[in-house]
C-alpha cells in the first residue's frame, strides 16, 4: 500500500520572550523617534514559511516543531508558533 | 473640544518580493536538508509589531504606512502588508 503523501505550509513565528531584549526593536524605535513618529512600543519576529510533504497533519506539525527545536527556534530565548495549512 | 486618541497595535509582515534572493530562506532549507528534514522551499518574513496612538484607525494606518515607507521597509525589494488592531 503507497502511502500518499499531502503538502503543506507550516508558518512558523519566531519572537523573543518576555524580558528578553530586543535591539531592533528598540533600533527601530528610536529612528521613528527620530523621523517625528513617536510610538508606545516596536517589537520585532521572525516569520519562517516551510512547504513540506507528510503523511498527515499531525506528521507535519510534528517534524515542523523538531526543525524549530534543532534549528529555528533557540528555546532559551525565543518562543514560537505554528500554523499549518494543507496546500492541495 | 480635547481630540481623544485611541491606542492601536500595527503588525506588520514585510516579505520578499517575488523573485528577489532570500538568503536566509536558501540557508534554513539547506541547514534543515543536513538535519535530514527534506522541504519543499523556506521563505523568511520580518514582523514588526508597533503599538501607537492616533485619533482613528485611518490616521493610525497611514502613519503605519508612512513609517514603512520612510524605514521599516525597503519598497524596491519588499512588499508588506499592516493589520491593525484597536487597543482599549
Known sequence: MRLTKMQYQATVTIEQKAGMLDPE???????????????????????YEIV??????????????????????NPIIHNYTIKLKELN
Not at 29 to 46: D, I, P
Not at 52 to 73: F, G, T
Open 52 to 73: 513540506l510533504e507528510a503523511e498527515s497533519a499531525e506528521v507535519a506539525e510534528q517534524k515542523v516543531d523538531e526543525m524549530c527545536q534543532k534549528l529555528i527556534a
Open 25 to 47: 526593536g528598540t533600533t527601530a524605535k528610536r529612528a521613528l523617534g527620530h523621523l517625528g513618529y513617536a510610538v508606545e512600543s516596536v517589537k520585532t519576529a521572525k516569520l
